[in-house]
Each structure stands twice: as structure tokens, then as C-alpha cells.
């Protein structure tokens, strides 16, 4: 592969579950920032949780429910929402099919406190 090599990898050589894909940026040189992929089924979404820098999320396809701090927004797929820093938030997949959505964390690895205990279905596996 060339130049190119340790640059481009399929989504299952990043470390996954049955519900997303985590690139750590660290992991992968000097990339300042972290990603999840997440195809969550209806009813899945990580708890309560916070982080110190924001979180921008990119809802492809699906229904999800997000709290942010204490207001709950419905989003359909088509819109971004943006978690600022240290706000609480969490979604869980509200609609009837799978929840696609790409979640850009602006850090170089995941800093997460978990508000309502380790949710080890969405950890990071730093954390497991």
C-alpha cells in the first residue's frame, strides 16, 4: 500500500462491538481528534456522560433522542448536533430501525466521565 500504509483500514480493524467503531486518534500518529461510528439498534444509546472538550455528532440515518444537559431534542437523520464540553449528554435510538450516526470527539482519545456509572456497552476500551 505504500505511503498510504497504517493510513487506511476497514472499519472492522478498529476496535468495535455490536453497536459502534471507535478510532482513537492517538492511535494512528498526530490526529487530534477521536471518532465513533455508531449503528445503533432501537432502544441503544450510552448513558449520562460528559466530556472536557466538545462532541459533534452527525446523524446519517434513524431517530435518536439526545439529552443535552436538560433539555431532550428529537433528531432525524440529516442534522448535527453539538455537545459543548463538560455538558452532560447522552442519546438513545428512539426509532424503529438502526441509528446511524458519526460522533467527533475534539481530543486525540476518549475523556469520558460517566454520570450515572460505566456504561461498558458504549466504553471506550481504554476502559474496559
Excluded: C, K
Excluded at 466538545?54 to 455537545?83: K, M, Q
Amino acid at each position: 500500500m505504500g505511503r498510504q500504509e497504517g493510513l487506511v483500514f476497514p472499519f472492522d480493524d478498529l476496535p468495535h462491538t455490536a453497536q459502534s467503531h471507535e478510532l482513537v486518534g492517538a492511535d494512528h500518529g498526530d490526529v487530534p481528534f477521536s471518532v465513533i461510528l455508531v449503528h445503533a439498534s432501537p432502544g441503544a444509546g450510552p448513558r449520562l456522560h460528559r466530556h472536557p472538550y466538545p462532541e459533534v455528532f452527525i446523524v446519517e440515518s434513524g431517530r435518536a433522542t439526545f439529552r443535552l444537559d436538560e433539555d431532550e431534542i428529537v433528531v432525524e437523520g440529516g442534522h448535527v448536533v453539538v455537545g459543548p464540553s463538560n455538558v452532560p449528554h447522552g442519546f438513545t435510538n428512539t426509532g424503529t430501525g438502526e441509528l446511524r450516526l458519526i460522533a467527533i470527539h475534539g481530543a486525540p482519545a476518549f475523556d469520558t466521565e460517566w454520570l450515572a456509572g460505566v456504561d461498558m456497552a458504549w466504553a471506550s476500551r481504554r476502559h474496559r
